[in-house]
């Protein structure tokens, strides 16, 4: 059992899901008249998944360079909050904050290029998806 | 309907005007994305499954097979360029490719990839036209303890084949099975893992899963660095891209090595393309005069592993058009398609959708040859895509991925959805979890657990009935046994170990 090892926090990720899954599974029905009931399926993969993962607590020894993945964690975050101004500002707006993020902070663009960017994707999607193919925007 | 006239209907059809545009925007689109590092065609046939509920079916189908079988084709001009390969099945082309292109013969380079992989590609085609019609008339007899007996051994088959762990495969089948089971169940109607969100009661759409998990996970990932890489000199002039009469004669034994490794590995769930080509590759330096030579710039060892990732489309298709079972991530999300088009991919597909199967063989026939068109003389125009700046790139995609799951359930629930999605893909690739597993648990996940019940219904709750018949007994015997495999090879290295 390695401490430091992403396997062992990852194994205990899952080792609680398999035991939510587990745990909620038993509350359904698991044999009737009918034969199976809901929670048979699901108990019985809940349980293998509880046992893999106790394998990989026990066993994962590999190593993961997070080199960069503060980048890859701002760039979700982003669009996360993209998601969330969805509602408030309707998606062409926020899209376009997205991109306009990306192109800045992410690849250190001058503001103006990134604007640019952000006005010609937002409405080139506008273009597209509405006009060309009338598929509505969230 | 016998072969010849199954394909002369085929023709007839795909030659329609609009199945020949749909045909070329979808090898335009596969080559375009298999050039491009760090975006494969699950992701892009993933993101664009939603737009194609506008389409006919045979159209849609059309198209994204062509993405499929063109990201092949394209993949190769990384890695023979840049020495990145454009999707994993073009790993092997950098060892050799590059090398060629180092020494001044990328044209030559290029030119004998294309023309493998049109070969191999039509030779994959050829054996889907064959072997899928007889595959379907005998699977006729499955019933629900076969199909769960068969569908085990494809996720086993997958699991085994998937990463470097197959514990860690496993856990993502799992991961993929449970997600299956959010929602109403339908035999109980019992709501299940919906955290009393009503958004969950009809479940979570493979779409948002897919799109998520695949083309989040890879722009996330790709956004870890600003990577600058330097771009080969790109030939011009459809002679400076011919390969010679000797690299011809050279390449033999590697059309035909590639075309019958690939298609016979891509029946196989969870070969995959990856596989088909270093497998190939492997035999062609074995078998080769010049074994030396390899990695230092072969033209065989350029064909071969080219030849093998094409031909393996073919295979590929044959599992999930006659049996329902997809081998690999964008086999389920054709699947998936399928399925959202309103077909039932299995035994009964191709007698009850005769149109929609030999159009699709016949558009693979038209499809290779555009490729070898688009492959040779366009080859610089297409190597332009890679100066599309990151930064205008990856905006777009996260927009079409919005796009597209919005369209499919006109809920911005779902959009937050694909959020986590994203990251969970991301976190797998960072934790080394193959995200293969997790899709195609997804996909089969709901017909797994119905055969399941079915067959227990069927015995009165006898697990005995996946064992009492035969040919469910055969493939849950070669599951385990799959599954078993990692634990054989473990105690034969540690019994050479003691006798060493």
């Known amino acids: ?138 | 309907m016998d072969v010849l006239a199954g394909l002369m209907h085929g023709f007839a059809l795909a030659l329609q005007p609009a199945n020949l545009l749909w045909c070329f925007v979808g090898c335009a689109l596969g080559t375009i994305v298999g050039i491009m590092p760090g975006l494969g065609p699950p992701a892009t046939i993933a993101m664009l499954l939603p737009l194609t509920f506008l389409m006919n079916p045979a159209s849609a189908m059309i198209m994204l097979a062509g993405i499929y079988y063109g990201a092949k084709y394209g993949g190769s001009t990384t890695s023979i360029l840049l020495n990145v390969p454009g999707e994993s099945a073009s790993i092997v082309t950098c060892l050799d490719g590059y090398q060629m292109a180092k020494k001044g013969r990328a044209g030559a380079a290029l030119g004998i990839a294309a023309i493998a992989s049109f070969v191999a590609g039509t030779v994959g085609v050829l054996g889907l036209m064959f072997i899928a019609p007889p595959l379907a008339r005998f699977a006729l007899a499955f019933s629900s303890p076969e199909y769960f007996a068969l569908m085990s051994l494809g996720l086993a088959m997958v699991v085994l084949l998937a990463g470097h762990s197959i514990v860690k495969a496993l856990l993502a089948m799992l991961v993929g099975l449970w997600i299956s089971s959010i929602g109403t169940d339908l035999f109980s109607s019992t709501s299940r893992f919906t955290f009393g969100r009503m958004e969950l009661l009809s479940g979570i759409d493979f779409v948002v899963v897919a799109i998520g998990v695949f083309a989040l996970g890879e722009v996330l990932g790709n956004l870890e660095a600003i990577e600058k890489s330097q771009l080969l000199p790109v030939p011009k002039g459809l002679r400076n891209l011919l390969p010679t009469v000797q690299d011809l004669k050279d390449s033999r034994f590697a059309f035909a090595n590639g075309s019958i490794v690939g298609f016979l590995v891509g029946v196989l769930p969870g070969g995959g393309s990856t596989i088909a080509s270093f497998i190939s590759y492997g035999i062609e330096k074995a078998v080769s005069k010049r074994p030396e030579q390899f990695g230092h710039g072969v033209v065989e060892g350029v064909a071969a592993p080219e030849g093998a990732n094409n031909s393996e489309t073919g295979g590929a298709l044959v599992p999930l058009l006659t049996l329902g079972i997809p081998g690999s991530g964008t086999t389920a999300i054709l699947l998936a398609a399928l399925v959202l088009w309103g077909f039932k991919p299995g035994p009964l597909f191709i007698s009850e959708n005769p149109s929609l199967f030999w159009s699709l063989v016949a558009s693979m026939y038209i499809g290779n040859l555009m490729l070898l068109v688009l492959n040779l003389p366009l080859v610089p125009l297409f190597a332009q895509v890679l100066r599309t700046p990151a930064y205008v790139l990856y905006p777009v995609i996260f927009g079409v991925s919005m796009v597209g799951v919005y369209s499919v359930s006109g809920s911005v629930f779902d959009i937050g959805l694909l959020a986590g999605f994203g990251l969970l893909g991301y976190g797998m690739r960072k934790l080394d979890f193959p995200s293969a597993p997790l899709i195609l648990g997804l996909v089969l996940g709901g017909a797994l657990e119905r055969a399941l019940r079915q067959s227990l219904m069927m015995s009165e709750g006898s697990l005995s009935i996946l064992v009492a018949r035969p040919i469910s007994a055969v493939m849950l015997s070669l599951a385990v046994l799959v599954l078993l495999m990692p634990v054989f090879s473990r105690i034969n290295a540690w019994r050479q170990k003691l006798l060493s």
Not at chain 1, 78 to 105: P, Q
Not at chain 1, 109 to 114: D, L
């Open chain 1, 1 to 138: 059992m390695r401490v430091k090892s992403p396997d062992f926090w990852s194994g205990l990720a899952l080792a609680a899901l398999g035991g939510y899954i587990v745990y909620t599974a038993r509350g359904w029905e698991y044999l009737g008249q009918d034969g199976p009931g809901p929670g048979f399926f699901p108990l019985w993969y809940g349980i293998v998944m509880l046992v893999l993962s106790a394998i990989l607590v026990l066993t994962g020894k590999s190593e993961a360079s997070w080199k960069g993945a503060g980048r890859a964690f701002a760039a979700w975050a982003a669009f996360a909050v993209s998601v969330a101004l969805i509602k408030l500002l309707g998606f062409l707006i926020a899209f376009a904050a997205l991109t306009f993020f990306i192109v800045t902070v992410m690849y250190r663009r001058p503001p103006v290029t990134a604007a640019l960017v952000a006005a010609g994707v937002a409405a080139g999607f506008y273009v597209v998806f509405p006009l060309a193919l009338g598929v509505a925007l969230p």
